[in-house]
């Protein structure tokens, strides 16, 4: 079985706690990803889009083999500014995203003394980030096309060329979180070996 994603909106004070959007929970030492991009001959770090943060506590009655961690913090961040409708310097379409497009990382405890909301902000200090939503999970086929972790890829040309990989977090398009990936499905996948060794910067994307 994988492990569904159900997005909502919601009152309830997230921080620490499983979201899509919003900001992310982070560790002092754990540094926001960027990208390097080139402009007009200049090359400087532009942001990744922050996507969601999973409280590995919450999935942890829908992992029994225990392919995941199950406790501590699991972020994904990708380039995916394009797929929201804004402008970005990262124009990625289908196949293989480029090195340093996505990025996930993993704090492996959850300290609500220490951990700081990362935000970002323009030059007037306004949010440059979606309204963070809460995350719903539930049990779905391990195949299923929506968005979920673990699992198959739902797509079999992902399936059949990334034999050896595992599929950590699929995203399908949804109108609540406004990502349009024109029926494509984003797949961000990791080696089982690089995964029990905390590789996760070697995880790549696929759409």
Known sequence: MAIKLTLQQTERILFCGSKWWGDPDMPEN?????MQVTEDGETFDYPLTFICQINCEDIAPYDPEGRLPHEGMLYFFAAVDRWL????????????WPK????VKYAKSINFETFQTCMLVDDDDQALTDRELEIVFSECEEDADCTKLLGLPSRETVRSQ??????????ASDKISGLDFENQVLNIMIKESDLG????????AFL
Not at 30 to 34: A, E, R, S, V
Request: charged share 20%.
């Open 100 to 103: 340093g497009t996505v990025m």
């Open 197 to 204: 060794f905390g590789n996760w910067k070697r995880s790549k």
């Open 162 to 171: 990334y034999t050896d990989m595992l599929n950590l977090l699929q995203i």
């Open 85 to 96: 409708g804004y402008d970005s310097p990262s124009e990625n379409g289908a196949g293989e």
């Open 30 to 34: 754990m540094q926001y990803p960027t």
